[in-house]
């Protein structure tokens, strides 16, 4: 509940405005001044500035937002200690003790650093006011669901709570020039804990996605004011830190077993095309409503494609469980993902195989059609990199002989599966 006071002279706000007010100066857009000093403060990753578009912009106010335990705190950490080669750096804790920190720097090989500094705080107005201070030209704040101001009475991590600490740390790092990283909690679901007006309030939002427990971790922009959204990186866990995987389609395919149910896609992650394996498991359902799960790929969507299947082609699935599993902990987002995922459950369902040297990428419509798939020369070319010798890929992708072109589902099943 919020109080509301009364207006008193009967007067609403929107009569009053209609007659107070300035005029503002307005300028045209060609002669406005670039910001000097935007000179991007580069992470070390040359994926991850990529990601950001080119590094870290002075001033500017990143988000990242990833589940416990994905690495977060690992990474800025990587990050404050390569840049603090070049300028000073504050790292501000409000979840770990300052031991904590130095024993994981330790491990990083970050504690030799004389221009990154540690502050363990939980008080937004104190770390707005070091940001001011002008003393550091990047500050991470480890995370902004810890942080409280003073004057606001509920707990830390509240609505209240986040949406004004946010505001005091962005405004101080617009003036001072400094950027700053907030790190996110996630909430069960996925999204960013709080409100949704964090989003709105920073320049860029990176998140952190992937599998806690070893695989392939992913950082994109869900939001970025200052480059393209496009782009992504893939990093591993080792003892010694996060690192960047220089090929990870050959990482991804090297326990790769062919058997049925096991395709091959070649899909775009942000800008890169990457080959990963699709799996299919088709068990009858031994009572009741059948099963359908799906690890790394939109269950809505694989509820359609076996709908597709079912009118399309002459599977027989309302009695089968069907599971779908992308390895390497991999979550796809791309329609191409579409055709593998059908062949995948066919090959499943028909106890039939796919050939060994054989990618697979495409939309799938309702009608059963194969549609055009985005970058068709860049999966290609990632899968002929890799030593396979064809891709079944939707017709007019582009004129090249490695593609064997299929118009639609069925004629794609009956092809290339083999008894
Ligand atoms: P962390 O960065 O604390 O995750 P977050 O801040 O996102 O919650 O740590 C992630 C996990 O990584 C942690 O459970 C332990 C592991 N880890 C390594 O495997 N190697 C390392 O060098 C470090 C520092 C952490
Ligand atoms: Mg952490």
Known sequence: MVEQLAVDNGKSAVSRSSTSGKVLMAQTIGSIDEKEGSQRLLTGFKD??????????????????????????????QVSAHIARSVAVLYASGEESAGQVKLRAKRLGADKHEQLSFVSSTSADDIAATIRSGGYKLVIIDSIQTLSLDEIASAPGTVSQITNSSNVIIRAAKQSGA????????????SIAGPKVLEHLVDVVLQFEGDRYGGFKIVRAAKNRFGSTNEAAIFEMNQDGLRL???????????????????????????????????????????????????????????LLVAVLEKRTK??????????????????????ADLAVCMAIASAAASRRIDDGVVVFGEVGLG?????????????????????????????ASKNSFIKEVGDLRTALIDYLQK
Do not use: W
């Open 48 to 77: 991850l500035d990529d990601v950001l578009g080119g590094g870290v912009l002075p001033g500017s106010v990143v988000l990242m937002a990833g589940q416990p335990g994905i690495g977060k705190s690992t990474l800025l950490l």
């Open 245 to 303: 995987v220089e090929n990870p389609s050959a990482a991804l395919l090297a326990e790769r077993q062919n058997s049925d149910g096991s395709v091959v896609l070649a899909t775009i992650e942000g800008t890169r095309p990457l080959l990963v394996e699709i799996q299919a498991l088709v068990n009858p359902t031994s009572f009741g409503y059948p099963k359908r799960t799906a690890s790394g790929f939109d269950l809505n969507r694989l509820n």
């Open 179 to 190: 950027a700053v990283i907030l790190v996110g909690h996630v909430t069960k679901e996925g």
């Open 315 to 336: 599977l027989n699935l309302s009695d089968k469980d069907i599971y779908i599993n992308v390895v390497g902990g991999l979550k796809l987002n791309d329609q191409a």
């Open 368 to 396: 059963g059609e194969i549609r055009s798939a985005y970058s068709a020369d860049r999966r290609v070319a990632e899968a002929k990199k890799l030593g396979f010798k064809l891709a079944i890929a939707p017709a007019g």
